[in-house]
């Protein structure tokens, strides 16, 4: 399962396009598929994306971000949910139009994105992506919205679905998120005075700087001379919140503060409750690392049984692109996560994991396990059984794929070859969480999608047609 994007932006500041690459290094975890930068020395906007990792993508780091280099620039790294994995859909996505350029930068998905899409082709507009972001620059294009007194708040209102935005445009930036404020969002301020915004606050420590405040559900924050600004385009308070929880649970980085609290804590939080609702008897507790590892910790320290890390993650090999065949996968797995035989051999282990997706891989880790010489293994999960897919920004499997679909706890097992599996409770879940259990999203469990989705009108692809691209390019 893959998070969809992250975003960082900065204003004002002479290293801002440096920043901007140290930022999305440190959210390189939210994406990797492609990597962009835009710059504006307050006149013009340069940009420059392409496909891959940071590191990749600005392999000639020092003459990419030396023509980059001015005062005022927002950066993306993408994974993608709604159109494919390609240059043209790369980010930020620069335009032009009868105000000036902008360049856009989206973290989420579009649930009316197709819909709006239509409507614009029908009129003859063309579009040179595939992605859902394309439709906003068309709604901001659009004569009626350009005359609008805000024509940014006005275009917002249009938009359905879950998203966290940056704009730049030549003379500032807009950062914003939906009313639902379903993607994190968060406000920092460089020792130097200068404004950040970035998906997560982890982002921050990369440059130095102190987090602020998260950007409010439905609110614009103007990034410009005169400082920061801000205004709603939803009138506070009249819009419960759905926080992705699952970005507390899995997607965000430990060290990130979002959502009211810290990362590691809540997953911590998370394997106590799991250690209170599902004991085991059992010699060793271990994660699946690395995001299994908070929860762990927490349901070592409330059974009091041992914990240590059975095994090891090489965080060298990255995404190695070798499809798709299952054993392919697993050779993959096998490179990637390796058991230290000297913890498992001859006990019985409680094995803990965030989330199970379609079980394969975990059932690669638990026979690995077994095979070490582990006696027992427990097999826990400090989220309940994922049965639905995500409209808004996660890209999960067909609902068909999902192991706990149509499967009993007892058929989990079978399938896991584990000596016992156990669930987090949705209701210990949301206990553990710092903001009421109604201000988060939680349809990936119960099917209540509180943005109302048409599945048959959400394919994620607007892809109709086969498009060649042999070359990376950018407008630089
Ligand atoms: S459906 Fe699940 S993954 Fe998607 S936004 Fe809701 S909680 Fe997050």
């Given at each position: 399962m893959k998070e969809s994007?992250?975003?960082?932006?900065?204003?004002?500041?002479?290293?801002?396009?440096?920043?901007?690459f140290f930022g999305l290094h440190s959210l390189q975890h939210r994406g990797q598929e492609s990597a962009g930068i835009a710059s504006s020395d307050g006149e013009f906007i340069n940009c420059y994306t392409g496909m891959?990792?940071?590191?990749?993508?600005?392999?000639?780091?020092?003459?990419?971000?030396?023509?980059?280099?001015?005062?005022?620039?927002?950066?993306?790294?993408?994974?993608?949910?709604?159109?494919?994995?390609?240059?043209?859909?790369?980010q930020p996505l620069l335009s032009e139009?009868?105000?000036?350029?902008?360049?856009?930068?989206?973290?989420?998905?579009?649930?009316?994105?197709?819909?709006?899409?239509?409507?614009?082709?029908?009129?003859?507009?063309?579009?040179?992506?595939?992605?859902?972001?394309?439709?906003?620059?068309?709604?901001?294009?659009?004569?009626?919205?350009v005359s609008n007194p805000d024509p940014l708040a006005?275009?917002?209102?249009?938009?359905?679905?879950?998203?966290?935005?940056?704009?730049?445009?030549?003379?500032?930036?807009?950062?914003?998120?939906?009313?639902?404020?379903?993607?994190?969002?968060c406000i920092g301020q460089t020792e130097g005075g200068c404004y950040v915004i970035a998906s997560e606050t982890c982002?921050?420590?990369?440059?130095?700087?102190?987090?602020?405040?998260?950007?409010?559900?439905?609110?614009?924050?103007?990034?410009?001379?005169?400082?920061?600004?801000?205004?709603?385009?939803?009138?506070?308070?009249?819009?419960?919140?759905?926080?992705c929880i699952f970005e507390h649970i899995y997607f965000a980085k430990q060290n990130s503060y979002i959502f009211g609290e810290n990362v590691h804590e809540f997953r911590k939080k998370l394997g106590r409750q799991l250690a209170i609702e599902h004991p085991a008897d059992a010699d060793v507790v271990m994660p699946v690392p690395d995001s299994g590892t908070s929860a762990a910790i927490g349901y070592?320290?409330?059974?009091?049984?041992?914990?240590?890390?059975?095994?090891v993650r090489s965080h060298y090999i990255g995404r190695t692109f070798i499809s798709p065949g299952q054993r392919l996968r697993e050779l993959e797995v096998k490179l990637k996560l390796q058991v230290v035989k000297e913890v498992v051999d001859g006990k019985s282990v409680v094995l803990v994991d965030d989330s199970i997706v379609r079980g394969t891989t975990t059932r690669g880790k638990i026979r690995a396990i077994r095979k070490a010489g582990a006696k027992q293994i427990h097999m826990r999960v400090s989220c309940p059984p994922l049965r639905f897919p995500c409209f808004y920004g996660v890209d999960f499997p067909t609902k068909e794929e999902l192991l706990a679909n149509n499967r009993n706890l007892l058929q989990i097992k079978e399938f896991l070859e584990v000596d016992s599996v156990d669930y987090m409770s949705l209701e210990g879940?949301?206990?553990?969480?710092?903001?009421?259990?109604?201000?988060?999203?939680?349809?990936?469990?119960?099917?209540?999608?509180?943005?109302?989705?048409?599945?048959?009108?959400?394919?994620?692809?607007?892809?109709?047609?086969?498009?060649?691209?042999?070359?990376e390019v950018s407008d630089l």
């Open positions: 994007c992250g975003l960082f932006g900065i204003f004002g500041d002479a290293e801002a396009v440096q920043k901007v891959g990792t940071v590191r990749r993508v600005f392999r000639n780091s020092s003459q990419i971000l030396a023509k980059l280099s001015n005062p005022i620039a927002i950066g993306h790294v993408r994974y993608s949910t709604t159109g494919a994995s390609k240059i043209v859909n790369s139009y009868s105000r000036g350029q902008v360049a856009v930068a989206h973290n989420g998905n579009l649930i009316n994105a197709l819909l709006l899409r239509d409507e614009y082709e029908a009129y003859g507009s063309i579009f040179k992506s595939t992605s859902d972001t394309e439709v906003i620059t068309h709604l901001l294009a659009k004569p009626t919205h006005h275009v917002l209102n249009h938009l359905q679905g879950a998203y966290s935005l940056l704009f730049l445009f030549a003379d500032r930036i807009e950062a914003t998120r939906d009313p639902y404020g379903i993607r994190p969002l982002a921050f420590d990369a440059i130095g700087a102190k987090f602020v405040r998260e950007v409010e559900p439905g609110e614009i924050v103007r990034l410009d001379k005169d400082g920061l600004n801000s205004r709603f385009f939803v009138k506070p308070g009249t819009v419960t919140p759905a926080h070592a320290e409330q059974s009091k049984i041992p914990f240590d890390m059975g095994m879940l949301l206990q553990c969480a710092t903001l009421p259990a109604d201000h988060y999203c939680t349809a990936c469990w119960n099917g209540k999608y509180r943005i109302p989705v048409d599945v048959a009108l959400n394919k994620f692809t607007t892809e109709r047609y086969q498009m060649h691209m042999f070359e």
